[in-house]
């Protein structure tokens, strides 16, 4: 079986940590923001992680 190609998309969008664990940004920090509470915004700079539901098709177009 050839090798799968990762996709492009998906590796802009997240990255493998050193554990394992795949990081990834939140959403609803492009637009709107004005109506958003200061505390809000803040914790949507932090990372989050890929739940456990979604790991495995995430690594798959990873390639990892």
Same mark, same amino acid.
């Given at each position: ?9 998906? $590796? !802009? @969008? ?10 990834? =940004?939140?959403?609803? #920090? ?7 509470? $200061? !505390? @809000? ?10 739940? =456990?539901?979604?790991? #495995? ?8």
């Amino acid at each position: 079986m050839p090798k799968l190609k990762t996709h492009r998309g998906a $590796a !802009k @969008r997240f990255k493998v940590t050193a554990t394992g664990k795949i990081k990834r =940004s939140k959403a609803c #920090k492009s637009h709107l923001l004005t109506k958003k509470s $200061a !505390k @809000r915004k803040r914790s949507l700079r932090k990372p989050g992680y890929v739940d =456990s539901a979604n790991l #495995k098709a995430i690594k798959r177009v990873l390639g990892v």
